[in-house]
């Protein structure tokens, strides 16, 4: 009797000892509280055609440029995680003297001295989140929320009719936008305080609205819509960022 109440004292849930098991994600600090961001991001592109043919389009002249500059400041207001703003200007310009639209032998069109030129300004919100690669505090990733508040002007004209009735026409817009996005991001840092930064869009909504005036008389109104769900390969940014 002795040996049976030993034997079940210890099958007892209340005598056998547990242990419990707690997994945790190591968190390297790689960015740490109260570090300030400052750095810049610009980009510039440019192109020339010279009797230039692709497809559809024969005898193109023109050329084109584009600019875009954007600094930023950002606080690292906890490990990992910071916040600020970015400004952004940019500026593009493109001209036609001449080309051709040929579809097939009896349609065509053609199109000269077209001209057009925009300027836009950005205000943009940030968040980031950090992710250190491995242990490494040289190389990591960020994930970067963004809320854009945008506003520019562009100015567009071409000549139309033909013969004698040949004669220029000009449209002025203002453009007012709204954009959010999600764009992740890579981050190198050669030294202590300075980095590399290359970042893509990759999830976004924005909203622009339109209002245009041609020959200073005509005046009209377009309101535009676009979501991105996918890497949009002609939003990727390079950078320099300070650590400070």
Sequence with gaps: MTALALAMSLASPAAVAQEHFKRDLEQ??????GQWITGVSVGYSMSNQDNYQFFVFEKVDGDSYSFKV??????????NLAAGLKFGYERSRARLDAGSLILDSETMFDADNVYSISSNYFATAAFRNYISLGDSRRFGLFNELQLTLGGGQSKYSNYTGSGENRHPEGTFEKNFSLNIGLTP???MFLNNYSAIEVNIGVLGFGYTHTRAVTNQVQVSRRNSKHANFKINLFSVQ???????
């Design 28 to 33: 390297v600090s790689f960015i740490p509280k």
């Design 185 to 187: 991001g890579f981050v």
């Design 238 to 244: 390079f950078g320099m960022a300070f650590y400070i």
């Design 70 to 79: 954007t600094p930023m400041a950002m606080y690292a207001f906890k490990d």
